[in-house]
């Protein structure tokens, strides 16, 4: 047996290697989240970089509709992955899929005006992708961190 650790005045202590911080362990799952958020996103960018650039290239297809439909394409998929793998969700699908689905719409038509306005400025159109998805994607984090993570809402309280 492992002898236990007394503090002055308080009841026996756990083993400091068994102590939960709560600041660590929240510090903890948000870099986890962070670090699936990223993992995530990353996929979803080849797709959406990767498909403009194939309609174009192979295809003729004018960039300004090969990144309007490369932005509808991984809607689904982010949304399983936010939810279930990301952010591991307790609230209830209607919920999530509501906010998600408002807040995609709101990102992906700032992205995609963002990217037209780019692209006007003479930005090439990959580079003006790329800048778009990187500075929205961060974007992104944060507010899905406080729309479909049921456990922050425990945390805020």
Do not use: C
């Not at 962070?34 to 403009?52: E, K």
């Not at 932005?71 to 209830?92: D, E, Q």
């Not at 689905?101 to 692209?119: C, K, N, P, V």
């Amino acid at each position: 047996p492992v002898p236990r650790r007394t503090h002055p005045g308080s009841a026996v202590l756990p083993p400091l290697s068994r102590r939960a911080d709560p600041a660590v362990a929240a510090l903890k799952r948000s870099a986890g989240q962070f670090a699936r958020f990223i993992a995530m996103s990353g996929s979803s960018a080849l797709v959406t970089i990767g498909l403009p650039v194939l309609l174009f290239e192979m295809f003729g297809l004018a960039p300004r509709i090969g990144v309007a439909i490369a932005f509808a394409i991984p809607f689904l998929l982010n949304f399983v992955m936010l939810r279930r793998v990301v952010f591991r969700s307790r609230n209830s699908g209607r919920h999530d899929l509501a906010m998600f689905a408002a807040s995609s719409f709101a990102f992906r038509l700032l992205e995609y005006l963002a990217f037209l306005m780019l692209e006007r400025l003479g930005l090439y159109y990959v580079f003006a992708l790329a800048l778009v998805l990187a500075v929205g994607t961060l974007s992104k984090f944060f507010w899905y961190r406080f729309a479909i993570d049921s456990r922050a809402e425990e945390h805020r309280a």
